[in-house]
Nanobody, 125 residues
Framework: QVQLVESGGGLVQAGGSLRLSCTAS????????MGWFRQAPGKEREFVAA????????RYAGSVEGRFTISRDNAKNTVYLQMNSLKPEDTAVYYC??????????????????WGQGTQVTVSS
């Protein structure tokens, strides 16, 4: 089993910043690509960003490109999501996810095998 634990969510004013962290652990952690998704009330869970374990390549949803940055620290098995210029529409529960079969960067929920419990991000106007 792989455990993913997110932290760093909270309440912030529009235009502010937050940094989310996701630490992976577990005997079967396979060091493949990881991603961030988010789910707003009444909406489906959507892709935010992904990062490769091998070459650090990244991929972003169009709605966050230029404002959010995904990064990782391999030594700590941790992935980060730096969120700048936050908007009220960024309000959601943010989930970390890990793949076990591929290092390819996927925006599909079904590509990911393990999920964290989520952390709430609320952006006030």
């Amino acid at each position: 089993q792989v455990q993913l634990v997110e932290s760093g969510g909270g309440l912030v004013q529009a235009g502010g910043s937050l940094r989310l962290s996701c630490t992976a652990s577990g005997r079967t952690f396979s060091k493949k690509s990881m991603g961030w998704f988010r789910q707003a009330p009444g909406k489906e869970r959507e892709f935010v960003a992904a990062i490769s374990w091998i070459d650090y390549s990244t991929r972003y949803a169009g709605s966050v490109e230029g404002r959010f940055t995904i990064s990782r620290d391999n030594a700590k098995n941790t992935v980060y999501l730096q969120m700048n210029s936050l908007k009220p529409e960024d309000t959601a529960v943010y989930y970390c996810a890990a793949r076990t079969s591929s290092d390819a960067l996927s925006s599909l929920r079904t590509s990911y095998d393990y999920w964290g419990q989520g952390t709430q991000v609320t952006v006030s106007s």
